[in-house]
């Protein structure tokens, strides 16, 4: 190749895949495979390897970070970056808009109103559409130049499209999306490394690294929501100048809209907090900013803030309060979890008293104490979580030592005084008391009866915990002999037990039609599936989807039950530790005798002829779904699937055939396109279905 040709393959191939990234990170629609990729990046790193003239940093091969530079160099901002004033009730937000109506003298103003990232703010400078810089707020006057680390940050474009400014400084935020945060405080767990307090510091943690390369390994992402110093023209307002940064090749939330009046402004607040836990990042609030830049101007600013704009906060996730004391919940499988009782706090929109603390690793961990004060952590519907101690706040006693040890998991379990073991290389200390442990018999009835496994109506926890302490229920089987007399006579002793005596006739009808109901629920539970049943009983390890698999494969319950480790280990899915714990399970004389028992006590389940090789367009193949679908559920698309004959599998792998992403999908997503997969969107997922239904 002449130096002219080399140097025109090489802007060919930088094009192509700035297109390709752009394509991927900001429009989030691929369209090259990931193996073409890879094979245009490594042809230009050879080129630029061998001809260092046409070497450039803003190249798609840049963004893989470098060593260490020395420090951070300081960066004065040529328009300052402020702050927001923050509005928490709906008041406030109504004053905001009275007072800009008030002060423009229109009387409907228009706000740009936008989801506020919870990252960390940056400005990126471009300087003939290339860019030059990008730094970290600082105090707003000062920030300090992290551009090593943001050139590894894919959603950052390296090179404007289309015509840009001379000078332009586009701020936003930097921010680490939920999977990636998962992902990586998983890996950093098995490696025993720190794992990331919340998605926010690991955005700022990561942009803090000396060594790009570290960054490089950090899944970040950036939302562009204003404009520093810019040469020539602009749009007349903020909402248009975020379309041209978009077609600027910059990522804009998708969930910024124009809206008017407190009214306006209030349903965005409501439309946006109700996404807020399934959106793929954190965000804390949302921005209102009036809309029109000559409005702006005429609002001004006050100290560090502009009175044009306001972020009206969501309650917060996080709070802090002290612990009263530590307990252990013993779940199903003897699973013994520590759990935090503390002063009531009202976080995330609720009042809480107890938080987990998952196991005795991470008891030890956060070394929370009795006495200590926590920061918990409550998102959606999740139980609330001890994030930490804060260590200055502990208790001491006079001679300035801490007034309470370490704390320790019992050695013996609370509800049947069994001994408490932790196997080797696991994270989770058990009961070893088995079914003889009133806490596991009650876990197991419970799941026993939930609505996946054999769906007993009414069947809830209350009554089981009530149905095990009075001896009522010893194993499942005792279930399928309930009467209604024992129903009654057990919610009256229960009612005396908890101090409630309702002695009236119409009470005792009210039991009565009770006791009926639940009576009837049992008994319409004697007919159910072998996958079905296979799921309640509760084997480690056998979740839904392993108790079809086992289903479909042997057909019947007697063939799974005679089968040994080594016919298990034929099945799909089911490797050496679930084949083990299920030959164990099977093995144990107690749970051949509690399936004896369902029989005996009338319980039957549909069984079949074992299924190996399904026919259909899908056979052999196999397919995992993930994110969210809007035109059915993924069991429901699971079921579809396999009935055309494929595999369905929750984790992505080589062995792969296909995956389907909805929407929000994450870390899977992520996997698939690393490995190259075939990768289907829902209209795909159901044009597909639709050209075999
Ligand atoms: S605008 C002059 N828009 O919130 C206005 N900020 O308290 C400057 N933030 O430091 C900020 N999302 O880190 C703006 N859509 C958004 C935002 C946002 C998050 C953060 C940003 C800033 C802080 C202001």
Same mark, same amino acid.
């Given at each position: 190749?002449?130096?002219?040709?080399?140097?025109?393959?090489?802007?060919?191939?930088?094009?192509?895949?700035?297109?390709?990234?752009?394509?991927?990170?900001?429009?989030?629609?691929?369209?090259?495979?990931?193996?073409?990729?890879?094979?245009?990046?490594?042809?230009?790193?050879?080129?630029?390897?061998?001809?260092?003239?046409?070497?450039?940093?803003?190249?798609?091969?840049?963004?893989?970070?470098?060593?260490?530079?020395?420090?951070?160099?300081?960066?004065?901002h040529? %328009?300052?970056?402020?702050? *927001?004033?923050?509005?928490?009730?709906?008041?406030?937000?109504?004053?905001?808009?009275?007072?800009? =109506?008030?002060?423009?003298?229109?009387?409907?103003?228009?706000?740009?109103?936008?989801?506020?990232?919870?990252? *960390?703010?940056?400005?990126?400078?471009?300087?003939?559409?290339?860019?030059?810089?990008?730094?970290?707020?600082?105090?707003?006057?000062t920030?300090?130049?992290? #551009?090593?680390?943001?050139?590894?940050?894919? #959603?950052?474009? +390296?090179?404007?499209?289309?015509?840009?400014?001379?000078?332009l400084?586009?701020?936003?935020?930097?921010?680490?999306?939920?999977?990636?945060?998962?992902?990586?405080?998983?890996?950093?767990?098995?490696?025993?490394?720190?794992?990331?307090?919340? $998605?926010?510091?690991?955005?700022?943690?990561?942009?803090?690294?000396?060594?790009?390369?570290?960054t490089?390994?950090?899944?970040?992402?950036?939302?562009?929501?204003?404009?520093?110093?810019?040469?020539?023209?602009?749009p007349?307002?903020?909402?248009?100048?975020?379309?041209?940064?978009?077609?600027?090749?910059?990522?804009?939330?998708?969930?910024?809209?124009?809206?008017?009046?407190?009214?306006?402004?209030?349903?965005?607040?409501?439309?946006?907090?109700?996404?807020?836990?399934?959106?793929?990042?954190?965000?804390?609030?949302?921005?209102?900013?009036?809309d029109?830049?000559? @409005?702006?101007?005429?609002?001004?600013? %006050?100290?560090?803030?502009?009175?044009?704009?306001?972020?009206?906060?969501? $309650?917060?996730?996080?709070?802090a309060?002290?612990?009263?004391?530590?307990?252990?919940?013993?779940?199903?499988?003897?699973?013994?979890t520590?759990? %935090?009782?503390?002063? $009531?706090?009202?976080?995330?929109?609720?009042?809480?008293?107890?938080?987990?603390?998952?196991?005795?690793?991470?008891?030890?961990?956060?070394?929370?104490?009795?006495?200590?004060?926590?920061?918990?952590?409550?998102?959606?519907?999740?139980?609330?979580?001890?994030?930490?101690?804060?260590?200055? &706040?502990?208790?001491?006693d006079?001679?300035?030592?801490?007034?309470?040890?370490?704390?320790?998991?019992?050695?013996?379990?609370?509800?049947?005084?069994?001994?408490?073991? &932790?196997?080797?290389?696991?994270?989770?200390?058990?009961?070893?008391?088995?079914?003889?442990?009133?806490?596991?018999?009650?876990q197991? +009835?419970?799941?026993?009866?939930?609505?996946?496994?054999?769906?007993?109506?009414? +069947?809830?926890?209350?009554?089981?915990?009530?149905?095990?302490?009075?001896?009522?229920?010893h194993?499942?089987?005792?279930?399928? &002999?309930?009467?209604?007399?024992?129903?009654?006579?057990?919610?009256?002793? #229960?009612?005396?037990?908890?101090?409630?005596?309702?002695?009236?006739?119409?009470?005792?009808?009210?039991?009565?039609?009770?006791?009926?109901?639940?009576?009837?629920a049992?008994?319409? #539970?004697?007919?159910?599936?072998?996958?079905?049943?296979?799921?309640?009983?509760?084997?480690?390890?056998?979740?839904e989807?392993?108790?079809?698999?086992?289903?479909?494969?042997?057909?019947?319950?007697?063939?799974?039950?005679?089968?040994?480790?080594?016919?298990?280990?034929?099945?799909?899915?089911?490797?050496?530790?679930?084949?083990?714990?299920?030959?164990?399970?099977?093995?144990?004389?107690?749970?051949?005798?509690?399936?004896?028992?369902?029989?005996?006590?009338?319980?039957?389940?549909? =069984?079949?002829?074992? @299924?190996?090789?399904?026919?259909? $367009?899908?056979?052999?193949?196999?397919?995992?779904?993930?994110?969210?679908?809007?035109?059915?559920?993924?069991?429901?698309?699971?079921?579809?699937?396999?009935?055309?004959?494929?595999?369905?599998?929750?984790?992505?792998?080589?062995?792969?055939?296909?995956?389907?992403?909805?929407?929000?999908?994450?870390?899977?997503?992520?996997?698939?396109?690393? +490995?190259?997969?075939?990768?289907?969107?829902?209209?795909a *997922?159901?044009?597909?279905?639709?050209?075999?239904?």
């Amino acid at each position: 190749m002449s130096g002219r040709e080399t140097a025109a393959r090489i802007a060919d191939l930088r094009r192509r895949l700035d297109d390709a990234s752009h394509r991927y990170h900001v429009l989030d629609d691929p369209d090259i495979p990931d193996a073409e990729y890879d094979a245009m990046l490594r042809e230009l790193d050879e080129l630029e390897a061998a001809h260092p003239e046409f070497a450039d940093p803003n190249s798609p091969t840049q963004r893989v970070g470098f060593a260490a530079s020395g420090r951070f160099e300081p960066v004065a901002h040529a %328009v300052p970056m402020l702050s *927001l004033a923050n509005a928490f009730t709906d008041e406030e937000v109504a004053d905001f808009v009275a007072r800009i =109506e008030k002060e423009t003298g229109d009387a409907a103003p228009r706000f740009s109103a936008e989801p506020k990232l919870d990252g *960390l703010a940056i400005s990126l400078r471009y300087e003939g559409g290339a860019f030059v810089r990008g730094a970290t707020r600082g105090d707003g006057a000062t920030g300090e130049d992290v #551009s090593a680390n943001l050139r590894t940050i894919k #959603s950052i474009p +390296l090179k404007l499209r289309g015509a840009a400014p001379e000078v332009l400084e586009v701020r936003g935020e930097v921010y680490m999306p939920r999977a990636g945060f998962e992902q990586y405080n998983a890996r950093a767990r098995e490696l025993g490394d720190k794992p990331l307090a919340n $998605p926010r510091n690991g955005a700022a943690g990561s942009l803090r690294q000396l060594d790009s390369r570290i960054t490089a390994q950090r899944p970040l992402a950036f939302y562009a929501y204003a404009l520093g110093e810019v040469s020539g023209a602009l749009p007349a307002t903020h909402s248009e100048v975020l379309r041209w940064l978009r077609g600027l090749g910059f990522a804009v939330s998708p969930l910024v809209d124009v809206v008017e009046g407190t009214d306006g402004l209030l349903a965005y607040y409501r439309n946006v907090g109700a996404q807020r836990d399934e959106l793929p990042y954190d965000i804390d609030g949302v921005v209102y900013k009036l809309d029109r830049f000559d @409005q702006q101007r005429a609002m001004g600013f %006050v100290s560090r803030a502009p009175r044009w704009a306001i972020a009206h906060k969501f $309650p917060a996730q996080e709070a802090a309060t002290t612990v009263e004391s530590i307990e252990v919940n013993v779940g199903r499988t003897g699973a013994v979890t520590p759990w %935090v009782l503390m002063a $009531p706090v009202h976080v995330g929109g609720v009042n809480v008293t107890r938080a987990t603390l998952h196991n005795a690793d991470q008891v030890a961990r956060l070394d929370v104490r009795k006495g200590d004060t926590i920061i918990v952590r409550r998102a959606g519907d999740v139980i609330p979580e001890v994030v930490r101690v804060i260590g200055e &706040r502990r208790p001491l006693d006079a001679s300035g030592q801490p007034l309470h040890a370490p704390y320790q998991l019992p050695t013996h379990c609370p509800d049947c005084g069994s001994a408490v073991e &932790r196997e080797a290389g696991e994270v989770v200390a058990r009961c070893t008391g088995g079914l003889v442990c009133p806490a596991q018999r009650k876990q197991a +009835l419970i799941h026993f009866a939930s609505r996946r496994a054999i769906d007993i109506e009414g +069947l809830g926890e209350r009554f089981v915990d009530a149905l095990v302490e009075f001896g009522y229920v010893h194993g499942i089987a005792d279930l399928y &002999r309930l009467t209604v007399e024992d129903l009654v006579e057990m919610k009256q002793r #229960s009612d005396e037990a908890a101090g409630v005596v309702p002695e009236t006739v119409k009470a005792g009808k009210v039991a009565t039609r009770w006791a009926e109901n639940l009576v009837a629920a049992i008994d319409a #539970s004697r007919s159910t599936t072998l996958e079905r049943l296979l799921f309640a009983l509760g084997i480690r390890d056998v979740g839904e989807s392993t108790a079809k698999v086992l289903a479909r494969h042997f057909g019947a319950l007697a063939p799974l039950m005679a089968a040994d480790e080594e016919a298990l280990k034929d099945v799909p899915d089911v490797g050496p530790v679930v084949a083990a714990r299920i030959a164990h399970f099977f093995a144990e004389p107690h749970n051949r005798e509690a399936i004896a028992a369902l029989q005996a006590a009338g319980m039957h389940w549909s =069984e079949g002829a074992p @299924q190996r090789a399904a026919d259909g $367009p899908l056979a052999g193949k196999t397919v995992v779904l993930t994110g969210g679908l809007a035109a059915m559920s993924r069991d429901e698309a699971g079921a579809r699937l396999e009935a055309l004959g494929a595999k369905v599998s929750g984790s992505v792998s080589r062995k792969t055939s296909l995956v389907v992403a909805g929407e929000a999908a994450g870390s899977k997503l992520a996997k698939a396109r690393e +490995l190259g997969l075939e990768i289907w969107d829902e209209a795909a *997922l159901l044009a597909f279905l639709a050209a075999y239904a």
